[in-house]
């Protein structure tokens, strides 16, 4: 009879330090990611030559065919949102669809002067 003790199996390398770090990296990149709400409607932007980056937290979406977006609002319901949270130190971002006929923007203007925005900027891409 053979009672030596039975020879014991290699074990491989754990892999729970792996784990942890993928977990780690899962954790960093949820915490460091800002999530963007989608876009209301397709904007193709106009292009211009210098950019600077409007820093505004009040964005008004405006497509080719004049409709308004602002905050899940369309129409007069976003017209009198935005009246509601536009003051004399607000900057506005207009993010206009390039399409838009220079007299329905004339129109628009028009429209968001008499709400005291302090300055209203349009986004656009670099051409």
Same mark, same amino acid.
């Given at each position: 009879?053979?009672?030596a003790?039975? *020879?014991?199996?290699?074990?491989?390398?754990?892999?729970? &330090?792996?784990?942890?770090?993928?977990?780690?990296?899962?954790?960093?990149?949820?915490?460091?990611?800002?999530?963007?709400? &989608?876009?209301?409607?397709?904007?193709?932007?106009?292009?211009?030559?210098?950019?600077?980056v409007?820093?505004?937290?009040?964005?008004?979406?405006?497509?080719?065919?004049?409709?308004?977006?602002?905050?899940?609002?369309?129409?007069?319901? #976003?017209?009198?949102?935005?009246?509601?949270?536009?003051?004399?130190?607000?900057?506005?971002?207009?993010?206009?669809?390039? #399409?838009? *006929?220079? &007299?329905?923007?004339?129109?628009?203007?028009?429209?968001?002067?008499?709400?005291g #925005?302090?300055?209203?900027?349009?986004? #656009?891409?670099?051409?």
């Amino acid at each position: 009879m053979d009672f030596a003790p039975p *020879p014991q199996r290699k074990t491989g390398e754990s892999i729970v &330090p792996m784990i942890n770090v993928v977990f780690l990296l899962l954790i960093f990149f949820l915490m460091t990611s800002e999530i963007k709400a &989608p876009e209301p409607f397709e904007i193709s932007l106009p292009t211009a030559d210098r950019l600077s980056v409007p820093e505004s937290e009040l964005t008004l979406h405006v497509s080719k065919e004049a409709t308004i977006r602002f905050d899940d609002f369309q129409g007069d319901t #976003a017209w009198a949102r935005l009246g509601g949270q536009i003051d004399a130190n607000s900057i506005l971002k207009l993010r206009i669809d390039a #399409a838009l *006929p220079a &007299p329905e923007l004339a129109k628009l203007l028009q429209r968001l002067t008499p709400l005291g #925005a302090a300055s209203v900027e349009i986004v #656009a891409v670099q051409k």
